[in-house]
């Protein structure tokens, strides 16, 4: 965005404290307002960010000079995407995962979702720079917004609320009894710990 080397490296780190500042909000609004919302306003902001970002970039893409303006207009923009993404998308797949996933396998499925996550995360950042580089810089925002138009659609359809639901409601929303089952075998553990615990005693000595 007609950047000096220099400017690029400040911006890069404000614009890592601008995604920190929007993580810190959601320890308020994620139990405030929900999970699915959140992703929805997220997915919505940044789908618009990302069009306006497109727009000019695709405008003065390789022609910043005198478009200070321009250019200033589209780095707020990418600063509130980020924030955007930090007070959604960013913190709430990590919190989701361990409400949906009954105590038998929310281990692995954790671990899944991390996985996927830091995947997803790497083929991103590869993909990023030769995609601005080769697309002129606006196909890569306009790639980047269709999918942050999709991620609308399909929370809104398809992703459940799990804020204040325990994991029996979510086999009723799956249709599974995994949860269930862990509900009445962890009930029998216990009495069976409280039968080996209990103490027996065949008579008394002075």
Known sequence: MGMNYNMQLIL???LNITQLVG??????????????????????????CHIIIAVLVGLYFGSWDGQEDKAAVAVVF?????????????????????????????GKGVAWS????????????????????????FGAYTFFAVFCG??????????P???GRSLEDMDRVFGDHAAEADVIRRAEIMRELKTSAAPVREGKTV
């Open 12 to 14: 890069g780190g404000i």
């Open 23 to 48: 993580v810190i909000t959601s320890l308020y609004t994620m139990d405030k307002f929900g999970r699915k919302p959140l992703l929805l306003f997220g997915s919505i902001t940044m789908c618009i």
């Open 78 to 106: 990418l600063f509130l995407c980020m924030l955007f993404f930090g007070s959604s998308w960013g913190p709430v797949p990590w919190a989701m995962p361990s409400e949906i996933f009954p105590s038998s396998i929310r």
């Open 114 to 137: 991390t996985c996927s996550d830091w995947l997803n995360n790497f083929i991103i950042g590869l993909i990023t720079p030769p995609m601005i580089q080769n697309t002129r810089g």
């Open 150 to 159: 999709l991620s609308a659609f399909w929370t809104f359809f398809f992703v």
């Open 161 to 163: 609320e799990t804020k």
